[in-house]
């Protein structure tokens, strides 16, 4: 057995405090609360897409983020009739006339992508939804914040698409350094000015993902996306107290007792020291063990493992563990693509026991089961 186990009364618990803190920003000069959009790539942050993005919805979400076309035609597909925006911009034309097609609104981060959504809206006579992107300096989507003029230009003239709204996205909230998103927000402020100077409509403001929503209220402006707040595995401690929802689980297939000088698993880099009792759990790399621990180190580890088999000792204590009846077992070895080993010695566990493995739900197989209790 292996499932993803969600479990509801968290994710609600995460829902409403998303919610409740939400509703302390004032509302704008419309009358309009802090709108929250749901951001549910990769497939719903591993909690499967569809379901995932249902759940949202019968707990009072309606309006989604994706970051790529095959989620946001996914959701459409599954029926979900709900505002959907793409975070990622495209100018080729096949993909835009497909998400114009499902009414996905369309992010505009280039004169390119801005051109052929417009040529697709004259065709069909009609104004095509979009946001615009703007690059506060991430690399990534989005008009550069320097080159205004560009941007205007590319913009102004065309008449068949409707921005509702503008964004930007920040490439270190999470960190303790606010500097970079402070510079990044005034570089969004700077460019929304100049557009309303020239008179181009730039609808619902947002720049916020969780980490900023939760530590810059005063940047929040209409709208904020949010993905790891709902998830609650977030990069740093926060203080709305968010429960970590997700745990992945499986089930002890084999047990047996290995004589010492044994080697466990690829490249040998373990040996027992010991006789030792192990136990075989069916999670590896595939279902994402050892993928994301929160921590970039665990895979430079790793990596140093590969290659030099003599610096293992060293970092014994980055050791990984799971969870068995509650009680913590080492990894022994090489993690392999769909199966560990570890060490139960000692310790009264049988065939058949219960497994947690901490992993980020992102990296998780998305054939394996999603249960939602
Ligand atoms: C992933 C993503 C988010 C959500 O980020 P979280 O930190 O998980 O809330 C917001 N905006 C964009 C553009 C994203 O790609």
Do not use: W
């Not at 990769?42 to 983020?65: E, K, R, S, W």
């Not at 880099?269 to 994402?288: C, D, R």
């Not at 204590?317 to 080993?341: E, P, S």
């Amino acid at each position: 057995m292996k499932a993803l186990v969600i479990d509801k009364a968290d994710l609600i618990h995460n829902i409403e405090s998303v919610k409740k803190y939400a509703d302390k920003t004032l509302p704008d000069d419309n009358g309009n609360k802090l709108k929250i959009i749901a951001v549910v790539k990769a497939n719903g942050y591993g909690f499967g897409i569809v379901p995932y993005t249902q759940f949202l919805i019968d707990n009072g979400i309606d309006f989604f983020a994706v970051a790529t076309i095959e989620e946001a035609l996914k959701l459409r597909e599954a029926g979900i009739k709900e505002n959907i925006l793409m975070l990622s911009s495209t100018a080729i034309r096949e993909e835009v006339e497909k998400l114009v097609e499902n009414n996905i609104i369309l992010c505009v981060g280039s004169k390119e992508a801005a051109e052929v959504a417009n040529e697709i809206g004259k065709e069909q006579n009609k104004k095509i939804r979009c946001h615009l992107k703007i690059d506060t300096g991430f690399g990534r989507y989005g008009f550069i914040y320097c080159e205004r003029e560009k941007m205007i230009e590319a913009i102004k003239p065309l008449e068949n698409i409707k921005i509702e709204g503008t964004f930007t996205h920040f490439s270190i909230a999470f960190y303790n350094k606010d500097e970079y998103t402070k510079l990044q927000f005034k570089r969004f402020i700077d460019c929304v000015e100049v557009l309303k100077m020239n008179e181009i409509e730039t609808g619902m403001l947002h720049c916020c993902n969780s980490s900023a929503f939760i530590k810059f209220p005063e940047m929040h402006l209409n709208a904020v996306r949010i993905g790891s707040c709902f998830t609650g595995k977030m990069a740093f401690t926060n203080t709305l107290g968010l429960k970590t929802v997700g745990k992945f689980k499986s089930n002890v297939v084999e047990i047996k007792t290995l004589p010492k000088g044994f080697n466990v698993g690829y490249s040998n880099s373990y040996t027992t020291k010991q006789e030792t009792k192990v136990a075989i759990i069916p999670v590896g790399n595939m279902t994402g063990v050892n993928m994301d621990c929160g921590d970039d180190m665990f895979r430079a580890v790793d990596k140093l493992r590969n290659f030099v088999g003599a610096f293992k000792n060293l970092f014994k204590n980055r050791a990984l563990y799971v969870n068995i009846n509650g009680q913590k077992c080492k990894i022994l070895g090489r993690i392999g693509t769909y199966h560990v080993t570890v060490d139960i010695s000692g310790k009264n566990i049988n065939i058949g026991d219960e497994v947690i493995i901490d992993i980020n739900p992102k990296y998780l197989d998305s054939s394996i089961q999603r249960i939602y209790e």
